[in-house]
Structures are given as C-alpha cells and as structure tokens.
C-alpha cells in the first residue's frame, strides 16, 4: 500500500508567475511522482507583501496566502544570500538590494561596492533557500537549506542569475553562473530544499 502511495501523482502549484522558476523547480522534479503547475491567474490574486525579516516568515506567509485561492497544495519559496560581513545582508533583500525594481546586474553591482576593500574570511557568503508548503490555509512544511561560498571581486560565467556569477563554489572550483544547470542544482541552496521537500511527499510523511 505504501508503494501505491509513494507512486501516486501529487499535483502542486507553484506560488508565482515566473515560468523560469517552474522550470527549475519541474527539472528538480523529474523523474519523481510531482506534477507542478502555476497558479491560475496568479498576478490577478491579492499579491502577498514579502516584507517580514526572515526567509521562513516570508517563504511560509507566502504558501499560507497564496493556498487559499487553490485547492491542491502550494508550495513557495524565498531565496537569497546572507553575507556575516554585512551583517546578514541582503538576506531577505536579496531580489531587491539595489531598489524595489533593481535588476539582477543593479543588485550585483551594488553587493561588488558594499564588498570592496574586504578580504579572504569577510567574503565568505551563502545562499539560503527556505521552501514551504501550505494546503487551504493550513501550514504542512518548511523546509530549508544553503550552499556555503566565497564571493569574488569580479563576474565569472554565463549561467544562472542574480549573484550567481560571484558566487564561488569551492569543491568544484567555478562560480555558481559557469555550472550547467543539473550540476548546479545538486549543489545549490534550492535544489538541496527541493529535494527535501520530495522525499516528504514520496514518504508520504505530511
């Protein structure tokens, strides 16, 4: 019986409207019994303020919202990169450092400024993802993770995005941005949340 269940499709949506984060989170999934879809009509819902101190709060207040418009299991997640030199920052921030509009290079530029002048232990940096599941209103999971790096003084590599390409990965010798995407993900912050999230779903442990 346990078998059937584990094999047994589960259908998520994801809390957003960006295509290129279903994208990642359906190539973490494949090969696995999740089926994830965007929200219907995601940018006319009420928008949830993602405001709150901590990746938790925010990654929590979000799949509680957004799951009351639905009635399969949402799941979301806030990301970002916590730096000790700057006192955690830009945490929470990370998508909006530079401005509430930045742009992922405004963002970068503005964390290659802030870390100008320091050197070796005060570069050290990483990413967080927290990832939570909510089904109508009631919290089933939150989940989190990091990938722990250095930061560089210059861009290295094409891929990824945000601070990516000044992210450098140690036991692989390249920057987050110069890793194919399916290596990148058996290392980085979400990939490594994801796949917790999979083994309690394939558990069926929520």
Partial sequence: MADQIARARVKLFVASSNPGKLREFRTLAAGHTIELSLIPDFDSLPRFDESAPTFAENAAGKALHYSRS?????????????????????GPKSARYAGEDASDAENLNKLLEEMRGKRDAERVARFVCVLAMAKQGR?????????????L???????????????????LGKTFAELPREEKNLHSHRGKAFRKLLRLIEGDSF
Wanted: aromatic residues 10%; negative net charge.
């Fill in 153 to 171: 003084e210059a861009p290295r590599g094409e891929g990824g995005f945000g601070y990516d390409p000044i992210f450098f990965y140690a036991p």
């Fill in 70 to 90: 639905v009635e399969e299991p949402v799941i979301a997640d806030d990301s970002g990169l916590v730096v000790p030199a700057l006192g955690g920052a830009p």
């Fill in 139 to 151: 919290l089933i999971a939150v989940l989190s993770d990091s990938a722990e790096g250095t930061l």
